[in-house]
């Protein structure tokens, strides 16, 4: 019931549309239930009048009629099929974006979690059936009650026996399709799971094309595919098994309704109890309630596939977000980036602690590295002061203010993220450094590329910064695609800048143009970086050694060194040097 009382609400910016669907299937089902009144006018009324030109007077009359109610049958079809229509696809529109809305403002932790196709599939599939159910449900259980209701009120005028035979095996339907809908739930929700996984393991094989064929594993992911693609057709199967139940019992019973009409009304005709022409109307009325069974029979089947849609749109619209603003969060202005570490801890699920009590003063201006074992915190520890995560324990500050006291969007303005795996999004070299800014102007772009030491590569392109770069820039190389992230970064101009081993994965030449443009990035700003080559940092005002029990060491390189721990330990391996 919540569920359903939620979809509603969805239908609150289109009533006028709705309520003119609905006058709509009124006239519609009215003109349908008035037509076989009209034939037994014309049988018991009309065509046992002797005078000729008395019949033809009168069935033009009724023609006429009939054709007026059918133009207006018409414009109400055209009407509830397409505005109907419209309508859904509005709500589907407006569904898409809330839950486009929710999955940006949902954590990191979030997607640790969630596979990135599945989630596309609660977008895509899921809100689809939500849209035909929008459309088609109200609509099709308005014109199937009234239609019912209005066939055996007119029935119950002709002749009561046969009606209330007619209404119990009614019944006996509508109880059947109860009980089948029930069973039905399930299997769909199973198939809505299994084709979530389906979309999971296309999406995850697609996006590392390029690992699998270097590896020759298309047979391991054609394997994996097999094993969900099988499990989604054994729900499948089991599903229509249910449908076929469903729709061959309803059938049976539609058949049984034929034969109560024949056999009551051959009785009753046989005593001259009934007319043969109300006996015609009978069967016609059958066949106008037939539709609007069968219309009630799809309706159980779209209403389940709808509604299972919509809990799963509502288990993501109703997560709570686990880092937001609070109620007094303000901007933070022109800050300095004087960032502090308090007894900070952090575990992911409050668990498995990577972060323990780091305590840290980071003065504004400076350029402070973390170095450490592999899976010590450095990339944990930067992914907080953006609030990526939420600490576990203590706080951080920025120039004294409590970051959570400072709005996410004021708080991520201020700070500028180059990471080793660059993400390029579909489009141009020039959509992508303004992405930094996206009111910059091609002034702004232009700068920002020179000072990122990548100006002259895109001159050298025959679409200059008009060139597209490929999904995921895979028309350009790593040390490009970094060049192009620093770019970024210079447009934007944020006071604290996080570097998270940028050079790491890229060739001598390509380490040497990126350091340059690092150095000029770095100028005037709170730097954090996180080194892997030690060679990197040697001029760092501070290096800290961070490790799974805290910070071991802090100091400048020369000081590391002499003092011959951990630090000198990490740097003599890289270099080879036995002391």
Sequence with gaps: MKSLSKFLEYYKPYRTLFFADMFCALILSAIDLVFPIIVRFLLNDVYILKDGNKIIKYVLIVGLALLIMYVIRYFCQYFI??????????????????????????????????????????????????SELAHHGPEDLFISILKIVGSFAILSSIN???????????????????????????????????????????????AGIRVVKSFANEKVEAKKFKRGNKQFLKTKEESYFIMGKYYSGNGFFQGTLYLTAILFGGILISKSLLNVSDLVVYILYINIFLNPIDKLVNF???????????????????????????????????????????????????????????????????????????????????????????????????????????????LRN?????????????????????????????????????????????????????????????????????????????????????????????????????????????????????????????NADEIMVLTAEGIKEKGNHKELIDKNGMYAALYNMQFDIIT
């Design 300 to 410: 159980t089947e779209q209403f389940q596939r709808g509604i299972t849609g919509f809990e799963r749109f509502l288990q993501i619209i109703n997560t709570k977000p686990s880092i937001v603003d609070r109620e007094d969060a303000v901007e933070i202005i022109n800050p300095k980036g004087n960032i502090k570490f308090n007894h900070v801890s952090f575990g992911y699920h409050d668990k498995n602690i990577i972060l323990k009590d780091i305590s840290v003063d980071i003065p504004a201006g400076k350029n402070i590295a973390l170095v450490g074992p592999s899976g010590g915190g450095k990339t944990t520890f930067c992914n907080l002061i953006p609030r990526f995560y939420e600490t576990t324990e203590g706080n951080i500050t920025i120039d004294g203010m409590d970051i959570k006291d400072i709005k996410l969007n004021s």
């Design 414 to 538: 201020s700070i500028g993220l180059v990471q080793q795996d660059v993400y390029m999004f579909g489009g141009t070299i020039k959509e992508n450094i303004a992405y930094g800014k996206q009111d910059a102007t091609a002034e702004e772009i232009i700068e920002a590329a020179r000072r990122a030491n990548i100006h002259e590569f895109i001159e050298s392109l025959e679409d200059g910064y008009d060139t597209y770069v490929g999904e995921r820039g895979v028309k350009l190389s790593g040390g490009q695609k970094q060049r192009l992230s620093i770019a970024r970064v210079f447009l934007k101009n944020p006071p604290i800048l996080i570097l998270d081993e940028a050079t790491s994965a890229l060739d001598n030449e390509s380490e040497k143009f990126i350091q340059e443009s690092l150095e000029e990035l770095t100028k005037n700003r709170t730097t954090i970086v996180i080194a892997h080559r030690l060679s990197t940092i040697r």
């Design 160 to 206: 009561i026996p046969i009606t209330l035979a007619l209404l119990f095996i009614t019944l006996v339907m509508i109880y059947f399709s109860v009980f089948y809908n029930n069973r039905m739930k399930d299997v769909f929700m199973k198939n809505r799971k299994e084709i979530a996984d389906v979309n999971a393991v296309v999406q995850d094989t697609l």
């Design 81 to 130: 099929t397409s505005w109907g229509h419209i309508m859904g696809a509005k709500m589907e529109a407006n569904m898409r974006k809330d839950l486009f809305n929710q999955f940006q403002k949902l954590p990191f932790s979030y997607y640790d979690n969630n596979n990135t196709g599945t989630l596309m599939s609660r977008i895509i599939t899921d809100l689809f059936d939500i």
